[in-house]
């Protein structure tokens, strides 16, 4: 429903056209003021869709009229509707950034005028709204591979402090870029929105154990986790399979991994999410000497990135992580 705003001063004028107006497809709002103390005051009062307005006025004439249309509402088409609007006058108003006249003398060319300068309006305002929609995807997509950036080059350095060839570096390294480009490939697929943990433990164990066979599971909630939990939970996830592959109970055939998630009210941290990795039937476990990146890769994606708590539990008959989200990160 368009609103217009009619600065005329002669009420027989105004009659003529709001009559012409009534054409118009759609229901129409017509606010008509006759001077410029009205005419600011509507414009400082409420928006509207298109101004139309006399040039010759009483108190002020229609050049002022533009100057404060332009001033208060940049973005409403204005329309002098005249009957002594000279050419000098018309290109000069055009100039300034009057959008279209009407001569009283040819009223019957308003509604097109008004339908045209609405019509074009609105496409501005949509390719605006593009426009600032794809800045702030941008900024936004800039902001996310600045942080990924980071995150690849902590893996680089961190991941060579703990190899002792190059062949090792190489593996480990590729194995959790890959990781990350896992997690990443389902945030997009889901349009960087929330994303089942399901999906996300699914695609992370997915070079080891694609059908999920070497898995037990156990109770396992319907969890959507958004963006930065499923990046932060599919690099640990992908972190805890590599080590049982490489070191734990999926070395072996008989080696299994228990896994559950499930989600539980505490009256201290409110909603928490509950995940336990558990292997079994791999070669003894021995606690290491000191606390490699893959345990620090863990606890700070747990512990910093999500506020969780993460316990590794090195016991000899199979290595246990149990770990603890606060849902508002999920």
Not at 187 to 200: I, R, S, Y
Not at 263 to 276: A, I, K, P, R, Y
Request: with cysteine.
């Amino acid at each position: 429903m368009p609103k217009i705003l009619l600065l005329e001063d002669s009420a027989v004028d105004a009659e003529l056209i709001e009559a012409q107006l009534e054409s118009l497809e759609g229901t129409v709002t017509l606010t008509r003021v006759a001077t410029r103390a009205a005419y600011e005051a509507a414009l400082a009062r409420e928006s509207f869709d298109i101004i139309l307005s006399d040039f010759s006025l009483p108190d002020f004439d229609g050049m002022a009229a533009l100057d404060v249309a332009l001033s208060a509402a940049p973005e409403a088409p204005f329309i002098f509707v005249s009957g002594v609007l000279g050419e000098e006058a018309a290109i000069a108003a055009f100039r300034k950034g009057a959008t279209d006249y009407v001569l009283k003398q040819r009223l019957m060319r308003l509604p097109a005028a008004v339908t045209r300068a609405l019509n074009e309006a609105r496409e501005r305002d949509t390719r605006k709204r593009i426009e600032q929609q794809k800045d702030l995807l941008v900024r936004e997509l800039s902001h996310r591979v600045k942080n990924n950036l980071a995150v690849v080059l902590s893996l680089i350095r961190r991941t060579g402090r703990n190899c002792a060839t190059v062949a090792e570096f190489e593996a480990k390294l590729v194995a959790r870029v890959r990781a990350m480009a896992d997690a990443h490939e389902l945030l997009f697929e889901g349009n960087w929105d929330e994303t089942e943990l399901l999906n996300v433990f699914r695609r992370a164990v997915r070079p080891y154990d694609a059908d999920l066979s070497r898995f037990d599971f156990g109770r396992h909630d319907l969890v959507r986790l958004d963006p930065k939990a499923a990046l932060s939970i599919g690099m640990v996830v992908s972190e805890l399979v590599t080590n049982a592959a490489k070191y734990g109970a999926l070395t072996t055939d008989q080696g299994r991994v228990a896994i559950e998630w499930f989600v539980q009210e505490d009256t201290n941290s409110g909603t928490v999410l509950h995940f336990t990795w558990s292997e079994s039937g791999g070669p003894s476990v021995a606690t290491p000497d000191g606390e490699g990146f893959g345990t620090q890769l863990i606890k700070t994606n747990i512990e910093y990135e999500l506020e969780g708590q993460a316990r590794l539990d090195y016991n000899a008959r199979g290595f246990t992580a149990e770990i603890s989200i606060p849902l508002p990160v999920v």
